[in-house]
């Protein structure tokens, strides 16, 4: 049997889009996982992987992926695990589709993070929150839905899961400033963004989903205030945090409890997992985009410029990358921690009997 067969297969929903190649990327050296069925829009379907995929990674597109062909929406797939990086509205028809017919779907898409019956997973934070798919509707077929967050929620929660476990969370206010690559492919006009700061993303959408995903996450009630910003960065949201605290804290004990956080994927040793889920780094100028977004392998969240604040208890500036942490590497994370409790391993009959 050759590695590529010993691999357990990989359907990607949306892989030719910016997170789509993101975890194509990933795959390419997966221990685990290997990247075996494609499926995008009907503009894609019918073509070869390499000939769709208008492909935007600084490292070239793995050989085995250019030559798949492109399946149409809602084409049978025989692999059981799905990850999803399709757009809200198509996710929402495509993805209980899958999980009805047998197929375990791991999604980008916020169309069912809040969904009770829909864990929204951050494996450092809430990995208990998996064992959830085994009550899911489609649980009689073998079948599951869980979420990642937004792309700068990963971010923030990863900061405030600390602070939140030793301190006790009061209230919380955010500012983003947002990278062009969290639009997508091609994302936001040149013309618009080129020398520019634009105060909205999704007429409002984007701040709803970081002012309701964060509290869901770290299972606690806390005001959460924010405003988003898309600015001319290439990769890497960075965002400004306010955070007052319900137990007094000095500088010291925030700066120990962020920079010592770790959970499962780390005690687990699971292939995506950074050594350091959030990283401390003792400057007034960093975190920077530029330098410091691809720490871990882009999986590492920054965490910089600590002080104390006249109105709230600490200020701070994180940074995340938004495509690998905050969507693709995320999703990832989350397949590799339902493959460690076994919820991976349902047998491949009750996928066929399905269809
Ligand atoms: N970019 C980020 O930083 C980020 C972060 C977190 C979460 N997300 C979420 O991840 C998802 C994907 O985002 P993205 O930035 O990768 O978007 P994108 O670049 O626009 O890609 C969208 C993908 O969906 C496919 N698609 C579109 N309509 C379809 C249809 N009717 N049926 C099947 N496939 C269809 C596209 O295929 P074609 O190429 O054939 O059109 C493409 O592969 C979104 O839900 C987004 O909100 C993105």
Known sequence: MSDRERKTPVAILGATGA????????LESHPWFVFAEAVASER????????????LLDSELPAAAAELAVLSPGAPLQSRLVLSALDTATAAELEPLYAERGHLVVSNASKFRMDPRVPLLVPEINPH?????REQPWAPQ??????NPNCSVVGIVMALAPLQQTFGLAAV?????QAVSGAGYPGVPSLDILGNVIPDIGGGGEEAKIASEPQKILEADFPLSVAVNRVPVVDGHTISMFVKLRRRASLDEIRRALDGFTGEPQRLKLPTAPERPL???DRADRPQPLRDVRRGNGMTVSVGNLRADPVYDARFTVLVHNTVRGAAGAA???????AAKGLLAAPVEVVAEAR
């Open 279 to 281: 990283q401390v780094i």
């Open 332 to 338: 990832l994370l989350n397949a590799e921690l339902l």
């Open 44 to 55: 894609s379907a019918g073509k070869r992987y390499g000939e769709a995929a208008h492909w």
């Open 173 to 177: 206010t955010c500012v983003t400033m």
């Open 19 to 26: 997170v789509g190649q993101r975890l194509v990327q990933a």
């Open 142 to 147: 073998g079948g599951g839905l869980v979420t």
């Open 129 to 133: 929150a998996a064992e959830r798919i």
